[in-house]
């Protein structure tokens, strides 16, 4: 391949205009990544197409680039700085910042919890990871693991909703910390995963593109999840199966005997014959918490949001350590349009309002409202009454035990346990707070993958997602989260409880101050909603 040249002269507006997937150097080049063999490609096993697409993110030495004129079989990673020898990895976020081009060697992090996507054609986007390494611009891509191949059949009378296939062994470890070896040869591979690597991945599908998995209008679904090579046909490995339902159900398969090979692929068929569980509207969280003596309740999935602009578009954060932040201070801004989650008090029933304290009223419930990922019917949700707060976390049986700050993913909080509450297999959980003078969350910290155990076994997150003050001013997001009650504190005021890395504590403010809103649904209410 011709080698490209290019050099930076700022202020110069040039006539192409080059992807900048990677940050320019004096010297840069175009690389090739071609596909020779196709059955060694970023993904050719069971007939899937390979899948170069324009701006993947691919990891060449010490830069993270892009590609760009990708046609399926090949593509260009552009704006690469010059070497004698290139080593590269995709997808790049398998390695971070790591400079991978002095060892064949290279430490990566498998996913465990991997996000389907779906491409052009809507078919599924496998990001299935490659290695290569040449001391010429043209890469040849390897694969580095295999396919399991999940093929699902319905034979119930209803259909349900998938949210997500998680996949455990016995005795191979499917996710975590470990090495590839990235030689540019077809034996490349992923291999020594460390002790601490996870026995499970799962396959995620997002609140926007979840699968209906009907019964008779197709006999079979498929999805495909990147695991590293495990088991052999002499010592085949046992593997469970679960499919997750967006109601809280799931059902289980044992698949015995499953060996898989590098660059080769498992096929595990399930025909889904019943659900177990219990049967949970959208949006609810599992857990249950005792707001009384004789009332329990199930939070949602995530603070409530609501889109400025809209016609009266409602949500719940996808993750319950999401939140807005700064834009909250644009909800009034004439002609801008996004997402907000911090309210004045009781203004289920205009969002954006800003006023005189003694002007929010009569209170009117958030939860009234229809919230599209949270089962849609308006009225199952509801704000909890200040005392009922004060219950839950000071009150109930054990109340004490099962509260403490944390992080996850870096964002800071406050962490609810559930009445009945287990302790996920390798979880942690310290209860209490942290004394510093500054912001402090490392009481409990969690990766985004343990968090998601966490919260399977019923565990509340509740984001410091900071507070609005002067109607337009976000203050102390990441170190301060306020949370509204539905009790009010004569006519200009409402009681609420704020969170911070040292305490919770409970007070009242005049209404027109910006908090946070979590709603949930007493447990009698939230069946098949």
């Not at 010490?62 to 995709?90: H, K, P």
């Not at 199966?241 to 096929?267: C, D, R, W």
């Not at 350590?321 to 801008?336: A, E, I, K, R």
Request: hydrophobic content about 35%.
């Amino acid at each position: 391949m011709k080698r490209i040249n290019t050099i930076m002269i700022v202020g110069l507006i040039a006539g192409t205009v080059l992807l900048a997937g990677c940050k320019k150097e004096h010297r840069t080049v175009t690389l090739g990544a071609t596909i020779d063999n196709s059955r060694d490609a970023k993904v050719y096993i069971d007939n899937l197409t390979p899948c170069w697409h324009n701006n993947d993110q691919v990891r060449v030495n010490n830069q993270t680039c892009t590609t760009s004129s990708a046609n399926g079989l090949s593509a260009q990673i552009t704006d690469v700085t010059q070497s004698e020898n290139y080593r590269a990895i995709y997808p790049a976020d398998l390695v971070g910042d790591v400079d991978i081009s002095n060892s064949s060697t290279i430490p990566v992090t498998l996913p465990r919890e991997q996000q389907y996507e779906v491409d052009d054609s809507g078919d599924q986007k496998v990001k299935a990871p490659m290695g290569a390494s040449s001391s010429t611009e043209s890469l040849t891509f390897y694969n580095l693991c295999s396919l399991i191949k999940v093929v699902i059949s319905n034979s119930m009378a209803n259909s349900f909703d998938l949210e997500r296939i998680t996949v455990e062994a016995d005795n191979a470890y499917l996710s975590g910390s470990c090495s590839a070896t990235v030689t540019g040869s077809s034996t490349d591979h992923i291999g020594n995963m460390a002790s601490t690597a996870n026995h499970d991945v799962s396959l995620v599908f997002p609140a926007t593109n979840r699968p209906t998995i009907g019964n008779g209008d197709r006999d079979t679904y498929v999805y495909y999840i990147v695991a590293p090579a495990f088991g052999t046909v002499e010592d085949p490995d046992n593997v469970t199966i679960t499919l997750h339902t967006t109601t809280g159900q799931y059902a289980t398969f044992e698949k015995p005997g499953v060996s898989l090979g590098h660059n080769k692929m498992a096929t595990v068929s399930l025909t889904v014959s019943q659900l177990e569980g219990q049967t949970l509207g959208e949006g609810v969280l599992p857990g249950a918490f005792s707001v009384s003596g004789t009332l329990q309740v199930h939070f949602s999935r995530g603070n409530l949001q609501y889109e400025v602009g809209s016609d009266n578009n409602w949500r719940f954060a996808e993750h319950q350590y999401d939140y807005v932040g700064s834009d909250n201070q644009y909800l009034n801004t004439p002609g801008w349009t996004g997402w907000i989650d911090l309210f004045g008090w009781g203004t289920g029933n205009r969002p954006t309002y800003c006023g005189n304290a003694s002007t929010y009223t009569p209170f009117v419930d958030w939860g009234t409202n229809t919230i599209s990922n949270g089962g849609n019917p308006a009225n199952p949700w509801r704000t909890l009454e200040n005392v009922e707060w004060n219950y839950l976390l000071n009150s109930r049986d054990g109340a004490t035990s099962k509260r403490g700050t944390g992080n996850i993913n870096g964002v800071g909080g406050l962490i609810i346990l559930p009445d009945d509450w287990t302790l996920p297999s390798g979880g942690h959980f310290n209860s209490g707070f942290v004394s510093s003078t500054s912001p402090d969350w490392t009481r409990n910290s969690y990766t985004v993958e343990q968090w998601a155990q966490m919260e399977a076994a019923g565990a509340v997150f509740l984001p410091a997602a900071g507070l609005r003050q002067n109607w337009y001013e976000v203050i102390n997001v990441g170190t301060r989260g306020m949370y509204w009650s539905k009790t009010s504190v004569y006519i200009n005021a409402a009681y609420n409880f704020k969170v911070t890395w040292r305490a919770v504590d409970f007070g009242s403010d005049t209404r027109q101050y910006g908090a946070s809103v979590r709603l949930v649904q007493n447990i009698s209410n939230n069946q098949g909603n």
